[in-house]
């Protein structure tokens, strides 16, 4: 009995014993026994060493300090966002040339006669001569967006946050005096996915304009806002989710508004998350995105609305006051689905920059909308 009992708990198969004290003498390997037993032993700890290094470099990496540009106040961009997408995002950050190489001019769904050519990011704003000081212009798609251009999807970032190959940002940098600083911190995207309502997508639009501003007082990030649909959040900047001294934004499905957390947010009434809603956004981790490795650099001056290029940033685009997507098509359109209740699923493109009123009093627009600032974090 004893001797079984020796055998099965070398085996490691015996797990308790109960009413008796089972002595056990366990015997010397032999030296050659030994010498596998510890080459496998080694092998073991070395196939761990290999995964576990082979995980850290699959791991996405995380920048905590942003680059350095001549002519942009250093703290604007060792505190600019990073900002997370969506994990089912299938709409990414764009190339803001690229918004213009394959769309045309149109005025009231008509080509304009005989455009400037080329347009380019530099001279873009010319377009302002047209249609109502430019208002009334629409960068139009040369191809029939439901066939899905590969344009549209944009470019997904690397493993360091960048978009390589395009610059899919603006920052822009308006100094208030007396020691405030707004910074805005631009995104870009080619398209934008509007809302399921009752299994009807509404609300898409070519071209997608996003933005963070941060205001700093003598250099110190005071408070954040977050861009969404007709307007956003604001929250201080002790509030936000960080990274280091970086702050934390979720660009949501689709939409590609701002959030200060990760989940469900409902939209239906400005300023109003309802635990439930026909209109909800959704944001998670996915994928990291650094806006800075990617960017166009801008001084704006407040006093009389006019932008300077820093770093050869073409300041033309910045000027253009039209809308960078498709005007809503009609409802006779082929493309159009029938009205729900109101609502069409493809929506006039947005205005860029220019029209995001960079010379704002609050840390929120001017636009009615009573300006919160919020303490601590939620949806």
């Known amino acids: 009995m004893e001797g079984w ?3 099965e708990l070398e085996k490691g198969e015996l797990r308790h014993v109960y009413g008796e004290v089972v002595q ?3 015997r010397e390997r032999p030296r050659g026994e030994q010498s596998v037993y510890h080459k496998r032993i080694l092998l073991v700890a070395l196939a761990l060493c290999l995964l576990l290094l082979q995980r850290s470099f699959a791991r996405p990496w995380i920048p905590l300090a942003a680059r350095q540009v001549d002519g942009i106040p250093q703290y604007v961009l060792d505190h600019a966002p990073l900002v997370w997408l969506h994990e089912q995002e299938a709409f990414f950050p764009s190339d803001i040339y690229a918004q213009v190489t394959n769309t045309h001019p149109n005025i009231n769904l008509t ?23 430019g208002w009334n212009v629409y960068l139009t798609s040369n191809i029939d967006v439901t066939t899905e251009p590969v344009w549209l ?29 707004d910074a805005f911190y631009m995104y870009f995207y080619a398209y934008n996915q509007g809302n399921n309502v009752f299994f009807q997508e509404l609300g898409d639009h070519i071209g997608d304009w996003e933005h963070n501003m941060i205001r700093f007082e003598n250099g110190i990030p005071q408070a954040m806002w977050f861009s969404q649909h007709n307007n956003g959040q604001a929250f201080t900047f002790k509030a936000v989710e960080k990274k280091g001294h970086r ?53 704006y001056s407040g006093v009389d609305d006019s932008f300077e290029s820093i770093d050869g940033s073409p300041v033309g685009a910045m000027y253009y006051r039209g809308r960078w997507g498709d005007q809503q098509y009609p409802d006779d359109d082929p493309r159009q689905p029938p009205p729900f209740f109101g609502f069409r699923k493809f929506a006039s493109g947005p205005t860029g920059p220019w029209d995001k009123q960079l010379n704002r009093r609050n840390i929120c627009p001017d636009n009615g909308i009573l300006c919160i600032i919020r303490k601590a974090l939620g949806p």
């Open 24 to 26: 056990v003498e366990f």
């Open 5 to 7: 009992r020796t055998a």
């Open 111 to 133: 080509a304009i006669e005989d455009p400037p050519s080329p347009l380019t990011l530099e001279n873009l704003d010319i377009l302002n001569a047209y249609g109502n000081n």
């Open 153 to 181: 999807t944009g470019i997904v970032p690397d493993s360091t946050g960048e978009t390589k190959n395009i610059i899919s940002s603006a920052i822009i940098v308006h100094d208030r005096g007396s020691g405030i600083v």
């Open 247 to 299: 702050p934390i934004a979720y660009s949501a499905k689709g939409s590609h508004a701002n959030y200060g957390v990760a989940g469900t947010h409902d939209h239906t009434i400005p300023d109003l998350n309802l635990p439930a809603g026909f209109l909800q956004d959704y944001t998670s981790k996915g994928l990291l995105w650094d806006p800075t490795l990617s960017a166009y650099f801008y001084n």
